[in-house]
């Protein structure tokens, strides 16, 4: 963790000026040293599974250090300079005001995740094992929005301060249309190929089917979940993330609760059980964006 936490911290500083691309080539590089050392560890020195942490915990020791390095020199805006490092009280706490709730709101996401993860393991080991490999595409997916929720975050954060209102709108407006068709786009490529992507990972008929269920009943909507993600994004970047962060425990963490011991075991069918994913985002979203532009005009105006 020592390690990781300085590329995260350092990569965000870096794309908060629009330089995106650095961080990008040190994770890059960071991965293939993984993939290297994988092999290397496990193949040659028969390492099995301690090789594979040792890789992990190298190649994220290289990415720390490289962000750390173009940090130290940098332009004096954010130049880092070791020996000065300290807490400066009032940046502590506004940075605490907006990153606090956002991280509570991801630990009790958890709670939601494990409820569950606990219904699905009633249908077997099969259903795990298809939900597993369904999931590896559906986070290829979300990797695009988390882009696009970083992108707003910035821009509207840079522009909020800056009092240009008309460029915190153009960024929203630019943020969700993008990642709504780059969604779209990247889910039929999925669910097309679907047969297909999932024998990569297995070639059990029973596994296989269960993948199918998760993705023709998830995928062709997920573009719903930008309507929570990107605006509660927006949202942080206009300062407000206790709201944004209460709105998704409620829509996601307590519906999905709710859904699992209440309404499913009404039918007890697994399609019942992963219909919960879609409708959790489409209630949270219309909440998101009515908070959204009800804050927005006050804001603005």
């Known amino acids: 963790m020592p390690f990781i936490i300085p590329y995260n911290f350092g990569a965000a500083i870096l794309r908060s000026v629009g330089d995106t691309k650095r961080p990008m080539y040190c994770l890059m590089a960071s991965g293939c ?61 506004a940075i605490l005001k907006i990153g606090a709730p956002a991280s509570l709101q991801s630990a009790v996401f ?37 882009a696009f929720n970083q992108s707003v975050m910035t821009f509207i954060g840079q522009n909020y301060g800056a009092g240009k209102y008309d460029r915190c709108r153009k960024a929203f407006r630019i943020c969700i249309v993008e990642s709504f068709f780059g969604v779209i786009v990247l889910s039929a490529a999925f669910i097309l190929g679907s047969p297909l992507l999932i024998r990569i990972f297995t070639s059990e008929p029973e596994e296989i089917a269960f993948a199918m269920l998760r ?38 963490v307590l519906f999905r609760v709710f859904w699992v011991y209440q309404i499913f075991p009404m039918y007890g069918s697994f399609p019942s059980l992963i219909v919960v994913y879609p409708i959790s985002w489409f209630l949270t979203g219309v909440m998101m964006l009515t908070y959204y532009f009800a804050a927005r005009r006050s804001i603005y105006s």
């Open 215 to 252: 993705f023709y009943y998830v995928m062709p909507i997920q573009f719903i979940e930008i309507s929570y993600e990107v605006t509660g994004s927006a949202l942080r970047g206009m300062g407000r993330s206790i709201v944004p962060a209460l709105l998704t425990v409620i829509g996601v």
């Open 110 to 146: 958890s709670v939601s995740n494990i409820c569950l993860q606990a219904a699905i393991n009633g249908f077997g080991s099969a259903a795990v094992a298809g939900m597993t490999a369904a999931l590896n595409f559906e986070y290829i997916t979300y990797f695009l929005v988390n």
């Open 33 to 93: 040293i993984n993939v290297c050392l994988n092999l290397l560890l496990v193949i040659v020195f028969h390492l099995d599974v301690a090789g594979v942490a040792i890789s992990t915990v190298v190649s994220n020791i290289c990415s720390s250090t490289a962000v750390l390095y173009i940090l130290c020199h940098e332009d004096e805006m954010i130049r880092v300079h070791l020996k000065k490092l300290r807490i400066d009280r009032e940046s502590f706490l």
